[in-house]
């Protein structure tokens, strides 16, 4: 009895098990094949985080390696956060993305503040060469920095220009923030500290991408975006002054990997020819061109080099 | 600092998370129970009415989870900002396979057994209830299961629209570029999720067995 079961158990699983072995080789064959045919063409890896801008910027990156150069580029965008993208580009699963230097500087270097933008990317630019062997390129010309946004109606019937004016009514708003703003040394804690204000309330903790629906549904009155974010104008909200200069510079830049730069040094060309060339206006209507009227990044990054003549 | 040190040091955080994770996996999973199963038996006999339902199901597995947070939140009553549309998005997610198990496993009770219960004089809800659940039951149980411990890992999601739970120590870890804070929300889950399996896997034998 006992012998035919086991018998009958072997039957079974002998074929199975080769033919698991069989799929297993097969795997390991494609992904080997696979990667050979990677290295024959020499590629460049443009990484991003998970937001327009960074999809915008990445695509910028591309578009100039590919016209500047015989390398093919393969688009790793919406990489999720500043971390996986630091992560992806030491490791070298990636060779640049689009960084901003006031991020580098304390979320990645967890270096303390500084207000002066020369400063900090003459920092960032030093510390970064040292740790991970990687280049910050010259800037790209906008600063991307935390932005406080209230509904444009309650601008209006309010009169809020600046942050300090949101003082009187903050008692009686919601706020609503991303996990990064709360938890960076120039976030939250630091921010209501300086401005005195006090909100009805813990703030809101959601994710970057459902803050301004929430904002636009009332359902928070206040909520920290980027400045260069597309949805502002097109949902008609109000970006206010950050009147007491408490931000530190998020300059966008470049980082390249310096492996990549040293191998293929007209890479460092075509991307520092972007150097200055987009100004924070241009920087939204990209973002609103993706965002609010739904175009194809590369449609929109195609327009822009042929506008900068790029 | 290891993610155990950080754990012990912030063990306040990390058990009132937990419990936050466990009531939103409850809430979800209690109300895709009382939809699911009812729905899965009431579409036994409806072969047609079934593909359309079970299609359905599968269509909203695949919206992302943010798309439908996005969704939810200017949906009165049961959207807006906080527990309940994680919970709502959370159900959605939870009801499938315990739709499809229930269906499945009624369905697939030897006919000739419900025959001989007809036989012995038994209404069609006696024998739904004293014949096909309880031979269905292994295969209703494996479907729970399979819900459950998805459930204890999406829940990780509802972090991201202000619902609290163990994603919270991911998100904040993700945007802090540190490890540590990650895990402090990734083990847990996952130790959540083992218990829960083991749990309903105890059940599912046992119930088998019978």
Redesign the interface.
């Known amino acids: 009895m006992n012998s035919s079961h086991t018998s009958v158990r072997r039957g079974v699983s002998l074929p199975a098990t080769g033919s698991l072995l069989l799929c297993v080789f097969a795997f390991l064959f494609m992904l080997a094949a696979g990667g050979c045919g990677k290295r024959a063409v020499e590629t460049i890896v443009v990484g991003s985080k998970n937001f327009t801008e960074q999809i915008v910027l990445a695509e910028l990156f591309a578009q100039e390696i590919e016209a500047h150069s015989a390398l093919r580029v393969e688009r790793r965008l919406n990489l999720g956060g500043t971390f996986i993208c630091h992560d992806a580009l030491v490791s070298g699963k990636i060779d640049l993305y689009p960084e901003y230097t006031g991020t580098a500087l304390t979320a990645v270097l967890n270096d303390p503040l500084q207000k002066d933008p020369a400063e900090v990317l003459h920092h960032v630019q030093e510390e970064y060469r040292a740790r991970f062997n990687v280049e910050v390129m010259r800037p790209l010309g906008f600063n991307n920095t935390f932005a406080m946004i209230v509904r444009g109606e309650d601008a209006d019937r309010l009169h809020l220009r600046r942050i300090s004016d949101v003082a009187p009514y903050a008692p009686k708003w919601r706020a609503g923030f991303g996990y990064e703003f709360m938890e960076r040394p120039d976030g939250y804690r630091g921010w209501i500290t300086a401005y005195g204000l006090h909100f009805a309330g813990e703030p809101r903790i959601l994710d970057l991408g459902l803050l301004y629906r929430a904002l636009a549904d009332k359902q928070v009155d206040l909520v920290a975006g980027n400045s260069t974010d597309g949805v502002i104008a097109s949902l008609h909200m109000v970006v206010l002054e950050d009147d007491l200069h408490y931000f530190p510079p998020y300059e966008a830049v470049p980082l390249v990997r310096r492996a990549t730069l040293e191998k293929h040094p007209e890479v460092r060309d075509a991307i520092g020819m972007l150097a200055g060339k987009i100004s924070v206006d241009e920087m939204r209507q990209m973002n609103y061109a993706v965002d609010g009227e739904h175009r194809d990044p590369a449609d929109v990054v195609r327009e822009f080099r042929k506008a900068k003549g790029l | 600092m290891n993610w155990y040190e950080f754990m012990l040091r912030n063990r306040s955080e990390v058990f009132e998370r937990t419990l936050e994770h466990i009531g939103l996996v409850g809430a979800s999973m209690a109300i895709s129970l009382v939809i699911g199963l009812p729905l899965g038996i009431a579409l036994v006999r409806r072969a047609k009415l079934q593909r359309w339902v079970i299609g359905a199901a599968n269509v909203v597995q695949t919206i992302p989870s943010?798309a439908l947070?996005?969704f939810l939140?200017?949906v009165p009553w049961i959207g807006?900002?906080?527990a309940s549309t994680a919970i709502v998005a959370l159900s959605l997610y939870a009801i499938l396979p315990i739709l499809r198990n229930t269906c499945t496993g009624i369905a697939e009770v030897d006919p000739a057994v419900i025959e001989s219960a007809r036989g012995m004089g038994m209404t069609p809800r006696q024998v739904l209830w004293q014949v096909q659940l309880p031979l269905a039951a292994p295969v209703l149980l494996a479907g729970i299961r399979v819900s459950t411990a998805m459930c204890i890992g999406i829940t990780t999601i509802a972090?991201?629209?202000?619902a609290g739970g163990l994603g919270?120590f991911i998100?904040?870890?993700?945007?802090?570029?540190?490890n540590q804070v990650i895990l402090a929300g990734a083990i847990p889950a996952a130790c959540l999720a083992i218990a829960a399996d083991s749990g309903l896997g105890y059940f599912q034998r046992s119930s088998a067995r019978r």
């Open positions: 943010l947070f996005g939140i200017p807006g900002v906080g972090a991201a629209i202000g919270v998100f904040r870890g993700l945007a802090m570029v540190n």
